[in-house]
Structure formats: C-alpha cells, structure tokens
C-alpha cells in the first residue's frame, strides 16, 4: 500500500493524531450519549429515545445535516460536507453506522450503546481533523446511519432496499465483544415463527376431544435436536417456546415457537428444508394445523474486505490493541449480524472490541460492563482506530481503488458460491 509523495507518512500521522485528539476532547459528551442510550434500553424497530437522542446529539454538533426518521420511524441520517478537494473531484462519501437496539428482558446485553457511541465517535474525529486541515487532498463527505433492530429484523436490510446506502464508498462500524478481533466469522441467519393450533378440552375428564398443540411444539423441539446432531459442525440451530400454554387442565389449543436457522454462507435452503420437515411433521403427529412464518430477511455472512482489515490492524496496534490469536475465537462461528447484507453492497468492516470485562454478551453481566466507564477507554480506542482506518482510504492512494476492487471479486465469488441463495430482502414466506 502506497503513501502519496506530498502526503507522507508524517501526514498521515499528524491527521491520525487529529482524529484522536478530536475523539477525546470529545469524551464526556459521548460518554452521556451512550449512558443515555443504555438507560432507556428498547428493543428492535422501537428505539425512540435512542433515536431521538442521536438526533439531538449530531444537531447539537456544527455543520451536521441530520434527517430524522430516515426512511425508517427510528433511523436517522446525519451527514457533513463535500469538504475539501476540488470543485469538480469525486466525492469519497465515508458512512459509520450507529446501533442501539436492545434485547428484551436483560437491556444492552450486547452493548449497542457502544455501538453507537463509536459510530458518533468515528464521526466526529474525521469531521474534525478534516476541518482543521484545510488542504484535504479529496472531497469528502462523512455520513452517519442510524441503523435500528438489528437483533430482530435487521434494520440495515431495510434500508438497503430503501437505498439509504446508495452512493457510500465505504463503511465502518465496530462490535463489543471479549476481545479485540478485526474479524470474527459472522454466520447467515433466518429467523422462522411456527404456530401449532389445535383444540382445547379438559384435560382429565374427556382429554381425547382436544387437539394438543403443546406437544406439537414439544415433538418439533425435539425434532430439532435430533436433527441438530446429523449437521455440519458450523451450522447452528436453536430456539425457544414462545406459548405453550395456558392452565395445566386446559389441552393447548395453541402453541409458538421461535427458531433461529444459521449457516457460515448465504445458501439456507437445505437447513431451511431440513427444519420445515421436523415443523411439520409435529403437526401431522398431533393432528394440530401449522403456520410457518419465515422472517422477511435473511441476514447475510460478514464478506471480508482484508485491505480494510489489514490497516484497522496496524491502527488499532499503534493504539495498544491486542488483537486476539486465539484460533477457537477466530474460526468458531459467532452470532449473527445484518452489516453481512451491507458488506455485500458496500465495501466495510465491522471489527469487535474488547470493553474490559470478560462477560459474554447477552448475559445480565454483559448489560452491566456495557454501561460502566471503564467501557469508555475501549469503545473510545475502537473509534479510533476506524477513524485511522478512513484517514487512511483518504490519504493514500490507490488505496480506495484496492477496497473497492477487493470487495468486487468477494462478492464475484461469493455469488459463484451460493448461486441458490435468494436475493437480499426475500420475501417472507407463508406456509
Ligand atoms: N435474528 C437475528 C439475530 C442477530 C443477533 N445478533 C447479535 O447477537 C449481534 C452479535 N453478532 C444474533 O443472534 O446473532
């Protein structure tokens, strides 16, 4: 990777600085925006404080255009710029993307405050030190997303469909985790709801009229496990029982589970299959009917885009990131993330970070690291280091073209891979 002749190292490393010291004179005000965002936790698609409060903060900040309720009741757009350059150039418009959905029951279990907090972060450091340095080589435009529900829904793949990604040259975000990772395999998902409905009696003095949809659930659960066992070790399978039930001496008339479905690429539709056989043969044993609700979206795997990873890499270093080598973390599928959908239309990388607790996410302990301040030295580093990283993709040449090339020949390839997989944003399909 090359460093411009005019635009050396040095530079490179006086706007690095910027951007840092831009993220901490910044500190205390993020630090209330995340705390404000982890004390009122809302689940997917209903984040209307969050919303509200991220709005607030960006319009609170000079020189942001900030759209609210952009093309979605709780996503926002904040953008700033074309700066720099010459009137004529391309512009290189650089997207962060802000989280900041909760899970039901157990609040930011998995730390999108943070999330959120880095995105602003990132924002305003670049923001900042392009600024302050007048004679920025290209034209730049910094815009921030507001991407809600991204534990239920995915919230991105909406906005994709509604081309709120139309014309970004690159995007970053960054995950809370245990440990610093510049990437960690990040697997395809369907979510699918099932309802049993049968008939209800009582259940001691005349059982044989009723219609049990709770055992219907019970075999379909149990279905599942027996099939989990004849999978390929990287696919993933789990879910719960949402109803089963009202009184002990009611038969269930009605019963629902949830299923998550889960495989390292895009291509679901064997596991899919596999499941829907397991669903529905519980029904047929149990004689109840069965509504198969697969979700509105797929969410994707994370395609990897190494020239982005490399330079968080050396960046995050310079910081005093450690990054993880251990081989369990970096090769065992983790969870799931629709940023997979937006690594498929935009060049990006979505790094996790370390928030100085060893608590794993989407416990209750996990809830309380991603609202303490020793998170802040950490959630602070992260946006750094991907500030750096889009100095960067600014500064040096070529350097754009490479990103974007890769991502090019990823998603080439990964088309050729899962021929079968259906586009982004399938509908849903009822059974
Ligand atoms: N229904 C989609 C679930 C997404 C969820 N995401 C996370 O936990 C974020 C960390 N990757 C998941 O269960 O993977």
Sequence with gaps: MAIAGDMGRENLNT???????????????????SKDIWSSPEIAYEEKLAHDRLVRFFSEEKGW??????KLDTAFR???????GKDGDNV????FLCEYDALPGIGHACGHNLIAEVGAAAAIGLKGVLESESNS?????????????????????DLILAGAFEGMDVVFMAHPSQEDAVYLPDMAVHDVNVKYHGKASHAA????????????????????????QQLKPDWRLHGIIKHGGLK????????????????????????????????????MATGCQVDIMFAKHEYHNILRNTTLDQLYEENGRTLGMQFTTDQNVLNTPSGSTDFGNVSYVVPGIHPYFYIGSDALNHTEEYTAASGAEEAQF???????????????????????????????QGVFCEQAVSKSAPPAGAASVPH
């Design 15 to 33: 706007w690095k600085n910027k951007v840092n010291h831009c993220i901490d004179e910044a500190k205390e005000k993020l630090f209330l925006l």
């Design 65 to 70: 255009q900030v759209e609210s309720h952009y």
């Design 78 to 84: 904040a953008t700033w710029g074309p700066f720099g």
């Design 92 to 95: 290189v418009n650089v997207g």
């Design 137 to 157: 080589p290209v034209r730049v435009k910094v815009t921030v997303l507001g991407t809600p529900a991204e534990e239920d829904g995915g919230g991105k793949i």
């Design 205 to 228: 003095a005349y059982p044989w009229e009723g219609v049990n949809a709770l055992d219907a659930a019970v075999i379909a659960y149990n279905n599942l496990s027996a099939l989990r």
């Design 248 to 283: 002990p001496n009611i038969i269930p008339a009605y019963s629902e589970l949830e299923f998550y479905l889960r495989t390292p690429n895009r291509d679901l539709s064997c596991l899919r299959a596999k499941a829907e056989m397991c669903f529905r043969s519980a029904a």
């Design 378 to 408: 950490y959630t602070l580093r992260t946006a750094k280091a991907l500030a750096m990283t889009a100095v960067d993709v600014l500064l040096r040449p070529d350097l754009l073209k490479e990103v974007k090339e890769e991502f090019a």
